[in-house]
Structure formats: C-alpha cells, structure tokens
C-alpha cells in the first residue's frame, strides 16, 4: 500500500458544526502532517506528528485541533470554524526529514 | 526567512515543444529540494527529490536538475496529460519537519 486515504473527500460544515477529517497511512511512515491549501495558492504547513507526537504547530487557531491516535491514523478535529477556514485540507506522511513526502488526496471543506 | 520562487507562474506550450520550469531557494542550508505534480482539486504527487548541487533525475519526460540556487524542471516533448501545475518545495536543515512551497507553474499542454 503506497496512499494515504483521506476522508470524507467533501465536507459541508455550519460554523457551529464539529465535525472530524481523517487520514490513514500504511507504509510505516513515521512523520504525518496536516497541509491547508487556498484556491490557486501552495500548501501551507499546519502540523508535524513525529512518532504519534506533536513536533510543530505553525501558529494554527485553536479551532484546529489535531490528533494521532496512532502511527496509522491522524485526524483534524474542526470547531467553530469560519467561512475563511474553506479550503483543500492535505494529508501528507513520510520516512523523516529529507524524504519524499506522500500526499493524499485532500479534503475539500466549505465553511458555510 | 526561508523562500521558493517559480516561473514562470503559468506556461502554454504546444504538444511537442520542449519547455524549463525554474525554482529558485533560499534556505537556510537545502536538506532537500522536492518537485510535485498537482492536478485540479487533487493532493499532490511527488515526482523528485535533489539532494545536492550537480544532481540530475529523470522520469519519462521530465527531469530534475539541482544548482546551489535553483532547480530546473525540464519537460521533452510534452503530452496533453502532462498539463497540471507543477510545486517546487524546499526543506531545510535543522528548521521544521516540513515543506516551503512556491506558488507553483500552471503548464497547459495544447494538441
């Protein structure tokens, strides 16, 4: 298995809403990250898991809350988001630093 | 501060007619420059990784080449299916586990 399966593909979200993005990996990478992409603009870094610890967090609102439940799984946990938050949420995992990272697919939220 | 700079930011070429995408970088030591190909409303997919100046990769009709300063991504004789934009990412030593991004080449490919 060479994905990373991220789910749901879409999302339709209130601004009161909680819901939950997941992503799943089974290539034994030991880096997982969180990746925010606006309409015509590159990936942004949101946050690095490094064997199931959180490592960085680039200065996410609190609305954001990440887990890594274990070396297979991370979820964005989404709270009390606003329209601006809209946008592809990216998956990404990797062996460490300096390898190449495997994206998946993304998430594609609306903030309504 | 870190920065990645591509051009041009968007590209039209006919089928056929061999082009360069250029990557520029400033980091603060390159642990790894990555090239990314990225189709609409899709994740990225990885293409290469340059370790160091001098290196050279190839994939089809693509190949990745590494200066001290940049990175070139040439495209021979390109295909239709091979119009997506094109992401060039740096890594540095000893800073955060993650990518800088440039804002990418839009490469469309005309019959």
């Known amino acids: 298995d060479t994905e990373v399966t991220q789910t749901p593909k879409h999302l339709v979200m209130g601004m009161t809403n909680k819901k939950s993005l997941k992503c799943e990996q089974h290539m034994g990478h030991r880096a997982m990250y969180w990746y925010k992409q606006k309409a015509k603009k590159p990936p942004e870094l949101m946050f690095v898991?490094?064997?199931?610890?959180?490592?960085i967090n680039e200065s996410v609102p609190s609305r954001f809350s990440p887990e890594c439940p274990n070396s297979s799984l991370l979820n964005l946990h989404l709270h009390a988001l606003q329209p601006e938050d809209s946008a592809l949420y990216l998956c990404a995992s990797s062996h460490g630093t300096g390898t190449g990272y495997t994206f998946g697919s993304g998430t594609r939220l609306t903030v309504v | 501060e870190d920065q990645v700079t591509q051009s041009p930011e968007a590209l039209r070429l006919q089928e056929g007619e061999s082009s360069s995408l250029n990557c520029s970088y400033t980091v603060s030591g390159l642990r790894g420059l990555f090239w990314y190909r990225q189709d609409p409303g899709k994740g990225p997919e990885f293409l290469f990784t340059l370790y160091s100046a001098g290196e050279e990769k190839e994939k089809e009709r693509l190949k990745a080449t590494l200066t001290k300063k940049e990175s070139f991504l040439h495209i021979t004789a390109p295909k239709p299916e091979d119009s997506a934009t094109y992401l060039c990412a740096a890594q540095a030593r000893g800073g955060a586990d993650g990518l800088t991004f440039g804002k990418g080449t839009h490469l469309i490919i005309q019959p």
């Open positions: 898991y490094s064997y199931e610890k959180l490592s």
